[in-house]
């Protein structure tokens, strides 16, 4: 068992998100590989992010350049 320098810092350096439904998920990964058991990736760019803020603030998915560099058509 091994764990990444990403996986560790302050929430500030984190690239994925620090949700309990994400953990959740990865959780799942990691007792399916302990137990040897096919592992399917959370998809990261599938889960809401938001901010706490006044005005509210929430996205999904790719930005705007990460869409056009998958060969994404973004009008």
Request: hydrophobic share 45%; proline share 9%.
């Amino acid at each position: 068992m091994r764990s990444s320098a990403e996986a560790c810092g302050p929430p500030a350096t984190w690239s994925t998100p620090a949700a309990a439904h994400v953990g959740f998920a990865e959780g799942i990964a990691v007792v399916k590989g302990i137990l040897g058991e096919p592992v399917v990736p959370v998809d990261y760019g599938a889960v809401p992010w938001c901010i706490y803020c006044h005005p509210e603030v929430a996205f999904v998915g790719m930005t705007e350049a990460q869409a056009r560099q998958a060969g994404i058509d973004v009008w």
